[in-house]
């Protein structure tokens, strides 16, 4: 069975950075994208980043410039280093992997 457990969410100040962790378990993720979306309140499902298999990276226009998307083939984690926080950034960050998704991750930008 295919779990993602996300991490790393919280309180931050703008400007500040926060690192988010997505550990996969439950088969083998070397052969698949896996990416980060976030939901702000009121507001649908947007994408923020991907990780390709093939080693390719693509990100939202809000995300370019500020977020880094990495995997640990190894661990199965994904990470989303984020530097640079606006209030705008407030949602909550889950990642998926095909079909999968996780419970997701808190993230609160305000002073």
């Known amino acids: 069975q295919v779990q993602l457990v996300e991490s790393g969410g919280g309180l ?16 083998t993720f070397s052969d698949v994208n896996m990416g980060w979306y976030r939901q702000a309140p009121g507001r649908g499902r947007e994408f923020v ?20 998307i990495s995997r640990d083939n190894a661990t199965n984690t ?11 950034d407030r949602a909550m960050y889950c990642c998926s992997v095909v079909q999968y998704w996780g419970q997701g991750t808190q993230v609160t930008v305000s002073s």
């Open 12 to 27: 931050v100040q703008p400007g500040g950075s926060l690192r988010l962790s997505c550990a996969a378990s439950g088969r």
């Open 49 to 68: 980043a991907i990780s390709g298999y093939l080693g390719t990276t693509l990100y939202s226009d809000s995300a370019k410039g500020r977020f880094t």
């Open 78 to 88: 994904l990470y989303l280093q984020m530097n640079n926080l606006r209030p705008e």
